[in-house]
């Protein structure tokens, strides 16, 4: 596992979870992700897997605004590289 992806992707879902231009839900996604990701009974993949699904769902809500879905995609694409790792 890269420890520094690992912790890059923690930290995007903490920025995500902290900002207030988003909505609600797209929070509270953002927060039980970081808890799903920090489930050591399952391997890496599934975790990564079982994230990058819901929020990919969660990018096509129209209620998200552009600069999260942006915010979004970023970290799908990162947790793609760290199961990949």
């Known amino acids: 596992m890269n420890q520094g992806l690992f912790n890059e992707v923690m930290q995007l879902l903490d920025e995500l979870n902290q900002d207030l231009s988003v909505p609600k839900n797209v929070r509270k996604v953002?927060?039980?992700?970081?808890?799903?990701l920090n489930n050591q009974k399952e391997s890496l993949d599934l975790r990564c897997a079982k994230v990058i699904s819901t929020l990919d769902d969660l990018s096509n809500d129209p209620n998200v605004p552009s600069v999260?879905?942006?915010?979004?995609?970023?970290?799908?694409?990162?947790?793609?590289?760290?199961?990949?790792?």
């Open 68 to 85: 999260g879905r942006t915010f979004l995609y970023t970290i799908i694409s990162k947790l793609e590289a760290l199961a990949k790792s």
């Open 30 to 36: 953002a927060l039980d992700s970081r808890m799903k």
